[in-house]
């Protein structure tokens, strides 16, 4: 006899909760199948028709025509053979863009991205896999993989149009020379009071 106050009161508990309960609007959207759109994009204020579309899985990134900015491209215009061939027949003399100082590791050389030996026409992976100049942070990527997951993020690099996907960015090497990447030392612009010597002598520094 003691159970049955609690078998009431759990009836009536139930009985309110059908009753008084109604179906809300999220579970009716969900129920429905309602699309809710919020998706945002910057494609219709992307001006230019020299960009390209970046080769980055899950991204949508555009870049600026790379190849056309190259003095005397394609190489094989003048390179019609191998480095090695050609320097050996200059004696040692210096041709063009021969002197090219690199600052890039301790480790590089003009073969570690280019493809001395073949197609200078374009650049090479690690593996000697083609890259063409217009995609060459895949080349950076292989070393400077921080920099180049916050780059596709939007965290890293210059952004030239768009706030949202899609995007226009600068590559890695519209900042950065590949051939001697690392930013000079230099003082702020806002300090005009320091004296020209005195910035001299920081930069060395």
Request: charged share 25%; net charge neutral; glycine share 6%.
């Amino acid at each position: 006899m003691k159970i049955i106050p609690y078998i009431l009161l759990f009836t009536t508990f139930l009985i309110g909760c059908r009753g008084g309960h109604h179906e809300s609007n999220i579970s009716k959207v969900t129920k429905h199948n309602v699309p809710i759109d919020y998706t945002v994009s910057s494609e219709e204020f992307i001006l230019g028709d020299s960009l390209i579309l970046a080769k980055v899985p899950d991204h949508t990134i555009y870049i600026r025509d790379r190849k056309s900015e190259i003095t005397s491209f394609e190489c094989s215009k003048c390179h019609s053979e191998s480095l090695e061939n050609i320097a050996s027949k200059q004696g040692g003399k210096k041709n063009s863009h021969w002197n090219i100082k690199i600052n890039h590791a301790e480790i590089m050389a003009c073969s570690s991205c280019h493809d001395t030996k073949g197609n200078l026409n374009h650049l090479k992976d690690i593996n000697g896999t083609p890259i063409d100049f217009d995609h060459s942070y895949q080349l950076c990527s292989q070393c400077h993989t921080n920099q180049f997951e916050d780059w596709k993020g939007g965290a890293h690099g210059k952004r030239l149009s768009a706030w949202a996907p899609p995007r226009v960015s600068y590559t890695c090497v519209e900042c950065h020379n590949p051939h001697d990447p690392k930013f000079k030392q230099r003082m702020p612009s806002r300090h005009l009071n320091v004296s020209s010597e005195d910035q001299t002598l920081n930069e060395e520094h």
